[in-house]
């Protein structure tokens, strides 16, 4: 194993495209992240989520999520032959053994749970491990960075968060308001990671991490997943190019964040790419970039060895 992604969308993609497949590869039509190309690229575990866009009407959103948790076990996760399902801490273990790709399933914004903690707990029957509060608007849950009103956590909230901790789910911070995210920080003892996320003092876009908030999952013993959204890596995103990304990371190593270090890719959910870094076939590339540039000890925690410890931690 060479990398961890913890974030990716290629179930709504499957969703939205019944044609796409994750077996197979084509240039423009096709997805970023594609078996072929994992396996390439030595990824052992790929975080898949589930992310029903505000466009779909609230009544059809908790259907929508269930499809895609389906498409994971019908298109991602076949007979288990290429592919197998991260659930517990012994499928952690084997991660690196297993010749397999690893693939965890995380639900993107709690919105199709539609106030319902029973939702949530079929979800953790279903193999979802991790949960972010919110995408960039308010739900039951919780406010989005998005949201202008920038409110906290909902009493429901709380509730939801502790329902979290008690079933051993992952909390994902990235997405979430300010104000939620220091509730979340100081409220329970969930397991906490950004899943795809950079720097606020590095690019000044509201979805990245302010320096306090960096500190703070350092504490907690968290993770950041760095992400390769042209826009959260430049403020210009026309000129974002892999540099940036190492402007992002050294920022967070100067901050002492040397084991929280993770990717994030958020390929298939970005419609911009970064030049060379527009498909999971070029983390070859990046890898022989961060081989130059930082020690071996570092370039293989932040490819795959910290999100590997934290997982073993909490899974
Ligand atoms: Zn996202």
Request: net charge negative; aromatic share 8%.
């Amino acid at each position: 194993m060479r990398w961890i992604d913890l974030h990716c969308d290629v179930l709504s993609k499957l969703w939205r495209d019944p044609d796409l497949s994750f077996y197979e590869e084509r240039e423009e039509t096709g997805l970023d992240v594609t078996y072929p190309r994992a396996s390439r690229a030595g990824v052992g575990m790929q975080v898949f989520a589930i992310f029903v866009s505000p466009s779909v009407p609230r009544a059809q959103t908790w259907e929508a999520a269930l499809a895609q948790v389906d498409l994971f076990y019908e298109k991602v996760v076949i007979g288990e032959r290429q592919v197998f399902p991260v659930l517990d801490r012994s499928d952690v273990k084997r991660l690196g053994t297993d010749k397999r790709l690893g693939a965890l399933l995380l639900l993107e914004g709690a919105d199709a749970i539609q106030g319902e903690l029973s939702h949530l707990r079929l979800l953790h029957r279903l193999g979802v491990r991790m949960v972010g509060l919110t995408w960039n608007y308010a739900n039951e849950v919780a406010d989005g960075i998005e949201e202008e009103r920038g409110g906290g956590l909902t009493r429901f909230g709380r509730t939801f968060v502790q329902e979290m901790a008690r079933l051993g789910i992952i909390l994902d911070v990235s997405h979430l308001s300010v104000r939620g995210f220091w509730e979340v920080m100081e409220m329970t003892e969930v397991p906490v990671l950004a899943s795809h996320s950079n720097c606020r003092a590095i690019c000044p876009h509201r979805r990245n991490l302010e320096d306090d908030q960096i500190r703070a999952l350092i504490q907690r013993d968290g993770l950041i997943g760095l992400t390769f959204v042209p826009k959260f890596l430049h403020p210009d995103p026309d000129q974002a190019r892999v540099d940036d990304l190492f402007r992002h990371l050294d920022h967070l190593l100067e901050l002492g964040a040397e084991h929280h270090i993770a990717f994030g890719s958020d390929f298939d959910g970005i419609d911009q790419k970064v030049p060379g870094l527009e498909n999971t076939g070029d983390l070859p590339e990046l890898e022989k970039l961060l081989a130059r540039r930082y020690p071996e000890h570092l370039r293989i925690g932040c490819q795959r060895e910290n999100a590997h410890r934290f997982l073993l931690k909490h899974l």
